[in-house]
């Protein structure tokens, strides 16, 4: 099992975890990881789009003008596809985008990320995170202190993980939450990962 350093939000060592191999020590597997991302994606599309026909345009009940005898083409209607202000043909319609994987593949793409993340020096195993009260300089400090740039995610198991919640939302391109809230697309699209010991154990006990 691999054995990685704890630190405290201030980034000085507190000692060391043991994280578990069948979570932590997966192979990369990219095929299932792609998938379970456009799968992500896919299912947060809201699916509204969609243009009107020729049977739901307003208007274009009278026929133009008679059949025979104008010199002119027939017309039916003025809400043709061909007109201005008429139909369109083969548009968007509203519909569902979702796509269906198996759970155990999606398990698979998580535990695949997280040790790639773990592999790449990008995972850092916080002892805990205890705000006593929502503080967005608390985690400006906390980011700082372990250089994490640009994209960030906190999963927080502890007591105070609202705190935390909190306290990064207003900070461009970080994002916490509880680790029900983990998924593929974040640990893929972001810099640093910051998991608590409360966090790993929770972690754990649903992908192992």
């Not at 061909?82 to 369109?88: A, D, I, R, Y």
């Not at 796509?99 to 999606?106: G, L, S």
Request: charged content about 25%; glycine content about 10%; hydrophobic content about 40%.
């Amino acid at each position: 099992m691999p054995k990685v350093k704890l630190y405290n939000v201030a980034g000085e060592a507190a000692g060391e975890i043991e994280l578990n191999d069948s979570v932590f020590g997966v192979d990369y597997n990219e095929a299932v990881i792609h998938q379970a991302v456009v799968r992500q994606m896919a299912n947060e599309r809201l699916g509204t789009h969609a243009t009107k026909t020729r049977g739901l345009v307003r208007g274009g009940g009278k026929k133009p003008w008679k059949q025979k005898g104008t010199g002119r083409a027939r017309v039916g209607s003025i809400r043709s596809p061909l007109w201005v202000g008429g139909g369109t043909v083969f548009g968007p319609t509203p519909r569902s985008h979702a796509k269906d994987m198996p759970r155990k593949a999606r398990q698979l793409a998580v535990r695949s990320a997280l040790s790639e993340k773990l592999r790449a020096n990008e995972l850092v195993v916080l002892d805990a995170v205890n705000f006593e009260a929502p503080k967005t300089k608390e985690v400006v400090k906390m980011l700082a202190a372990f250089q994490a740039e640009g994209k960030a995610v906190i999963v927080d198991g502890g007591a105070l993980c609202q705190n935390t919640v909190l306290s990064a939302r207003n900070i461009p391109g970080v994002k916490a939450y509880a680790p029900n809230g983990l998924n593929i697309y974040d640990i893929v699209n972001t810099g640093k990962l910051f998991l608590t010991q409360e966090a790993v154990k929770k972690i754990e006990e649903v992908l192992a």
